[in-house]
């Protein structure tokens, strides 16, 4: 079969199904074969690969990534692209397709079925909406991934790799950067997608770490600390922390801990590194 990353060969298979975009599952289909190679040589898919692919709407993507990999799991939500997927992917023995919510599949079963328990590597377009679930889910839950390679709105790449100090920075750049180290691989305009988003996306790597590049003696205590911080971004550190439903620190045992970090009290949260969340962490922990 002709290639889907063809425009026209993609007008071709929505037509004959008569298929509508689901606003809801978010589905904008990549149409652009250059930024399709990007996201091979990002994730450096290898015949020696087992792929998770997230999300493969008509199975363009997936075209890829049969070539490319040893073997391939696409899991969809929309029951309505199964039967579209059964056709456009018909040539590729090496391919299973299951209709599923990802956020309610056991990874770490289907890595240890496919795969031995050995790291796999994922691939997504993923909409806005589910892409911190999807990509917390995965590292939370300790699923065996080597890196994962996904297509996000531009301004969450952004956030993922954002450092100290900037406008980006945040919770969801500590969570991921505690698990993994982020690269941005390309930047996608949207008249790559059918349709056409309204934002700009982004190819990010998240290439998991072997250990965290912190220690810590809670990791639960780290991501509330964490989450306290930036949820009244305003406001100082030690009342951030003091106002957290399901922390019960005073201001003055914050106080006392960030003095011993040699830290202001006044500091907000912004301004901390990961490894100075971490030593927090600890030295709350007791």
């Known amino acids: 079969m002709e290639k889907l990353s063809n425009p026209q060969k993609t ?7 008569q298929f509508d975009f689901q606003k809801k599952f978010g589905q904008n289909f990549l149409i652009d074969g250059r930024v399709l190679e990007k996201i091979m040589d990002a994730a450096d898919i290898t015949k020696e690969d087992f792929v998770l ?8 993507m997936t075209q890829y990534l049969a070539e490319r990999a040893r073997e391939v799991l696409a899991v969809e939500i929309d029951k309505n692209l199964i039967p579209i997927l059964a056709e456009t992917l018909s040539e590729y023995e090496n391919v299973d397709i299951l209709n599923a919510d990802i956020l309610k599949t056991d990874l770490n079963k289907i890595a240890e079925e496919k795969n031995g328990g050995h790291p796999i590597k994922v691939v997504a377009n993923l909409p806005y909406y589910i892409t911190t679930p999807i990509i917390m889910g995965l590292f939370e839950s300790h699923v065996p991934v080597e890196n994962v390679t996904v297509m996000v709105q531009k301004e969450v790449a952004d956030r993922m790799q954002a450092g100290p100090g900037t406008k980006d920075y945040g919770a969801l750049s500590l969570a991921v950067q505690y698990y993994a180290e982020p690269y941005i691989a390309a930047n ?9 988003p309204k934002v700009g996306s982004a190819v990010i790597r998240l290439t998991k770490h072997k250990t965290p590049p912190v220690q810590v003696k809670n990791e639960k205590l780290l991501f509330q600390l964490i989450r306290a911080s930036f949820n009244q971004r305003r406001k100082t550190l030690q009342n951030g922390i003091k106002n957290f439903s399901g922390l019960n620190f005073s201001k ?3 106080a006392e801990a960030l003095e011993q970090m040699g830290v202001s009290p006044t500091i907000r949260g ?3 590194t ?3 969340f971490a030593q927090l962490s600890n030295l709350l922990d007791g």
């Open 11 to 17: 007008i071709e298979v929505i037509q004959k199904y």
């Open 53 to 60: 692919e997230i999300g493969p709407g008509i199975g363009t």
């Open 188 to 196: 996608v305009p949207p008249n790559c997608f059918m349709p056409r």
């Open 252 to 254: 003055e045992e914050v």
């Open 270 to 272: 912004e301004a901390l």
């Open 274 to 276: 990961l490894e100075q």
